[in-house]
C-alpha cells in the first residue's frame, strides 16, 4: 500500500533537531545501515477496512511496538528498534488478506485491531532483509474509503491532523499517521507517555480544514514532512500531531 519516509519535522521551536531522522539534508544517519518498520493492514475484498479507522489503527500499532517491552531495554527487539531510529524512520504498509494474513500473524510482531481494521506490526528489518512472508505482498493498488464521514475529533485526546492539500492513498496515509504518532511519542515525558498507553493509546486521524491547517503547522506542534519517494512532492507537510500535553505548553 505505501513504502514511506518522512524527513524534516519541525520540534516545539519549528525546527529539527541538528541530528533529526526528519531532517531533509544528508547526515551522519544516512550513513547508518537503514532499516524499515514493516506494517501489513488485513484487507479482505468482501470487508474492508474503513479508512480512517485504518489510519487510526496503524498509528496505534506505531505507539505499541515503541512502547513494547520486548522493543525496550533488552528486550529481543531492542537492538532492531535502536537501529531503527538511529537511521532515517522508515515504514512500510503492505496489504494482506486470507493466507496471506495468517502466514503474516504466524511472524513475530503484534496485531492491533480497531473497529474494523486489523494491523499487524513487526520489529524492524533491514531494506535488503524481508522475511519472504512479508516481502512478497503487495504495496500499491488498494485504496479505502469511509462509508460515513468521521465524526467531529475528541481535543481531550491526541489528534494527528491531515493535511487537506495532499491527497494520499490509503496506505501513503496510514504511514504518515504513524509518523505523527511517533513524533508526539518522541515529544512526551515517561509519565505522559504511560498515561498515554494506559488510555490503549486513545487518538483520533482527521483532516484539517484550510485555514486551521495553516494555522497547526505554525503552532509549534510536531509536523510530519515527506521524503518525497512516493506518491507526493518533498518536503510536504502532511500530518500535525496534536497532543493535549504538547498543546497546553505551547507558548
Do not use: N, Y
Not at 37 to 58: C, F, G, M, Q, S
Not at 86 to 100: H, L, N, Q, S, W
Amino acid at each position: 500500500m505505501s513504502s514511506d519516509e518522512t524527513t524534516p519535522t519541525g520540534t516545539r521551536d519549528g525546527e529539527p533537531a541538528a541530528d533529526s531522522p526528519f531532517r531533509h539534508e544528508s547526515t551522519s544517519r544516512d550513513e547508518a545501515p537503514q532499516f524499515v518498520l514493516p506494517l501489513v493492514a488485513r484487507i479482505e475484498r468482501a470487508a474492508p477496512p474503513a479508512r480512517t479507522d485504518a489510519l487510526e489503527t496503524a498509528a496505534r500499532a506505531v505507539l505499541v511496538m515503541l512502547s513494547d517491552e520486548r522493543s525496550l531495554g533488552d528486550g529481543e527487539w531492542a537492538r532492531a528498534m535502536r537501529d531503527w531510529q538511529d537511521a532515517r524512520i522508515r515504514k512500510v504498509v503492505r496489504r494482506a488478506r486470507g493466507g496471506e494474513w495468517r502466514k503474516a500473524e504466524a511472524l513475530p510482531g503484534i496485531t492491533v485491531t480497531g473497529k474494523s481494521a486489523e494491523v499487524r506490526v513487526f520489529p524492524p528489518v533491514p531494506l535488503d532483509g524481508w522475511p519472504k512472508e512479508l516481502a512478497k505482498l503487495q504495496v500499491s493498488g488498494t485504496d479505502l474509503d469511509d462509508p460515513e464521514p468521521p465524526g467531529g475529533a475528541d481535543a481531550t485526546h491526541p489528534v494527528l491532523w491531515m493535511s487537506p492539500d495532499v491527497g494520499m492513498s490509503a496506505g501513503k496515509a496510514m504511514a504518515q499517521a504513524g509518523h505523527g504518532a511517533q513524533l508526539a511519542w518522541w515529544e512526551l515525558s515517561a509519565e505522559d507517555r504511560t498515561a498515554w498507553r494506559d488510555t490503549g493509546f486513545a487518538l483520533a486521524v482527521r483532516t484539517a480544514a484550510p485555514a486551521q491547517w495553516r494555522a497547526l503547522t505554525t503552532s509549534g506542534l510536531p509536523v510530519v514532512r515527506d521524503a518525497g519517494f512516493t506518491e507526493i512532492a518533498p518536503g510536504s507537510c502532511t500530518v500535525v500531531a496534536d497532543h493535549p500535553t504538547l498543546r497546553a505548553s505551547l507558548p
